[in-house]
């Protein structure tokens, strides 16, 4: 007998013969959690995910790169990672190099160039699929086209959100999504810059992850 | 990495290391400050009792539900997570799952695995396991790192390296580092721990990681993390491999939002954790990064003998935050070390019994003032005190034929029992009370002045000169 079939075996045994009505969560989530306007979602999102240290800049359409680039340049960033084939990618890919900022873009599997996106990558660019007001959480589903480590390796990551995508909850993003019909290979919640408090309970930032957090909220015309 | 290995004590060493503990005023201080931080961050996150009660009854209903479909879940995580592409191994002893471990990291000739924190991995001390395969097992978890540079185990499920100072970590770093000068800046300990375990998750073959949540009807992992190592080790090397307790898992996806913000709230104080990483699948065709394989090590080790029963099984509810042990007046004064277990604190109580039997854990329950403060506390509403006061009836009653846990009267003593027995008798009898109370009032002096750890700082104990009966009969 192998040991998956002696593990169901003796839990089977003591299992209880009745099964536990399904808890309702719906229901908990309607009681206790505010449904709020867009603009009320925004400013939640906002504080909470400043309140964790993101930095978060209100944009538009028309000037979310030049916010992007004053912010590279503040920080003496002069190259930048970004996703060729999305449409922000391309207008970085496009606007960027003139005015200073070299693009690379995430073009072959990891392996090829693993020590230089470890070692030469200063900064990324992704958008994020939506966000949780409730927590300040950013939602990201990395495909090929941005891949799982353009988020966690350099140590500043530019997050561009459209602020008309943010939910009052986890719980409210993942069934107004249908979540449960299939995740992709990776799906995640980042609230925040990479932190620990490890050492006698002091918060410091850039653990392993990205130092600096920083999110492009982007506002249609009001 | 480490000199040797260092295996979990049993407890008859409770009580000297306990001693050592209370008589360390720095550590004290360390345990006593931390658990203060703690709490009042868990209370800040709950300003509305009314929130928080029905809250903890969802998660209570949350885990109930899904434990009492256990078997299934685990046959429906397993057949999901096989379609997606993920190997799912089973365990029933941690050799076997140190074994499965390391089969697959020598089929890949892997030299290093890189670790996400894991208390399981803890549990079948899996980093001596690979140290004697010849493979290096490295912490990356910053308090995990810290704990494993100074050779010893973490003293708290959540904040590994919770009983040491920045001057320690700092002394620590300069003596083990290479090319590293003495600085106690915390920024800058942390900047020295991520340039080394960078250079590390770029290098390494495996990445090793826990698991806080694996969803059954779309064979999900979940893993909470500040840090980001978790999602290093489970991204950048080309294999991952998680560990599990079979009891970590849940059927519906909408089972996770209730679950993580109790966690996060009750574990660090956090409204939500920097990243709550949910992994489906390996690298699919056309993804550029990712590991090609995982695998999945799903774990037993005496968790189906938790299952045994309604009130034991509640034990299996718990979600690892940890809550218990920062409110446990026990734990605060004598530290994680003291109990010799990988699951220290009241949680530790009740789990440790079923992974090493009662013979090694027959004292454990007894460590507790039972002021309930942990099953208070404790955010999917484990009634810890009830099951410590099980767990004692089940390691110091008589040995019995078929019983429910392994060492069932371990601590039984005839003379102990003989002893509470007579005291009951005394107690039902009133003749015999007046009896034995007489017998003190009159021969009281030949206490002992002597009487052990009592009179250490305390005058002796003597029975009164007159009885209560007595005084009262004197009143009229």
């Known amino acids: ?222 | 990495m480490n000199a040797q290995p260092i295996h979990f004590k049993p407890s008859e060493g409770f009580r000297a290391r306990s001693k050592a503990v209370v008589d360390n005023p720095f550590l004290r201080q360390s345990f006593r400050g931390a658990m203060d931080f703690l709490m009042s961050k868990r209370a800040a996150q709950f300003p509305d009792d009314e929130e928080l009660q029905s809250l903890r009854s969802l998660g209570e209903a949350i885990r109930q539900y899904n434990l009492a479909k256990l078997p299934e879940l685990l046959e429906r995580l397993e057949a999901n997570l096989t379609r997606n592409g993920v190997q799912v191994h089973w365990a029933e002893t941690p050799d076997e799952a140190n074994a499965i471990i390391l089969g697959i990291c020598q089929r890949h000739s892997a030299k290093l695995m890189v670790k996400g924190k894991s208390m399981v991995s803890e549990e079948i001390e899996l980093n001596h396991a690979a140290e004697a395969a010849g493979i290096g097992a490295l912490e990356s978890d910053m308090g995990e790192y810290i704990v494993q540079l100074a050779n010893e185990k973490p003293s708290h499920i959540i904040m590994p390296a919770i009983h040491k100072t920045k001057e320690e970590i700092a002394r620590l770093f300069a003596d083990k580092v290479l090319g590293v000068d003495y600085t106690d800046n915390v920024d800058a300990l942390i900047q020295i721990g991520r340039n080394v375990l960078r250079q590390k998750f770029l290098e390494a073959d495996i990445g090793l990681s826990g698991v806080n949540f694996a969803v059954a009807e779309t064979g999900t992992l979940c893993l909470v993390e500040n840090e980001g190592n978790g999602r290093m080790c489970t991204t950048a090397p080309p294999i991952h491999i998680a560990i599990t307790g079979i009891e970590k898992i849940v059927e519906k996806l909408e089972h996770v939002p209730p679950l993580l913000s109790l966690l996060t709230r009750s574990a660090t104080g956090q409204n939500i954790s920097t990243y709550f990483n949910m992994i489906s699948s390996p690298r699919k065709p056309g993804e550029k990064d990712g590991p090609e394989e995982v695998h999945l090590v799903l774990l037993d080790n005496g968790r189906s003998q938790a299952y045994a029963d309604e009130q034991l099984r509640k034990t299996l509810q718990c979600i690892r935050c940890g809550a218990c042990m920062n409110h446990c007046p026990v734990y605060t004064r004598i530290g994680g070390h003291a109990y010799g277990t990988t699951y220290p604190g009241p949680i530790g109580k009740i789990i440790s019994p079923h992974m090493l039997g009662l013979e090694a854990t027959s004292s454990m329950a007894t460590a507790s003032s039972l002021c309930g403060a942990c099953g208070e506390v404790c955010p999917v509403k484990i009634p810890i005190p009830e099951l410590l006061m099980r767990l004692r009836e089940e390691a110091f009653s008589k040995p019995h034929a078929d019983p429910v846990m392994r060492g069932q009267g371990a601590g039984y003593s005839r003379l102990m029992t003989s002893v509470w027995r007579s005291w009951a008798a005394v107690y039902r009898s009133p003749a015999l009370y007046g009896v034995v109370t007489w017998l003190g009032s009159r021969f009281g002096w030949l206490m002992p002045s002597k009487q052990g750890a009592w009179t250490s700082v305390r005058v002796p104990l003597k029975p009164a000169p007159k009885r209560l009966r007595d005084m009262l009969r004197e009143r009229g």
């Open chain 1, 1 to 222: 007998m192998s040991a998956r079939d002696r593990i169901l075996g003796n839990l089977r045994k003591n299992q209880p013969s009745t099964a536990k009505s399904l808890p309702d969560v719906a229901s908990w989530f309607a009681g206790h959690r505010p449904v709020e306007s867009g603009a009320e979602k925004v400013a939640r999102f906002r504080h909470f995910i400043e309140l964790a240290h993101a930095e978060v800049h209100a944009v538009t359409a028309d000037n979310w790169l030049d916010t992007l680039h004053a912010a590279l340049k503040t920080r003496g960033i002069d190259r930048l990672l970004v996703a060729e084939g999305t449409p922000h990618g391309e207008v970085a890919l496009d606007e960027l190099p003139p005015r200073g900022v070299e693009c690379s873009v995430y073009d072959m599997a990891i392996e090829a160039w693993k020590s230089e996106m470890f070692n030469a990558t200063p900064a990324s660019l992704t958008a994020a699929r939506a966000a949780i007001a409730e927590t300040g959480t950013l939602i990201l589903w990395p495909d090929a086209l941005e891949p799982r480590l353009m988020s966690l390796v350099p140590p500043v990551h530019v997050v561009l959100l459209d602020a008309t995508k943010i939910y009052n909850t986890f719980y409210e993003a993942m069934t107004a999504e249908g979540w449960q019909d299939g995740l992709p290979t990776n799906s995640l919640l980042i609230s925040g810059p990479s932190k620990t408090a490890d050492i006698q309970q002091t918060l410091a930032y850039g653990a392993h992850g990205p130092k600096e957090l920083i999110v492009l909220l982007l506002e249609g015309e009001q």
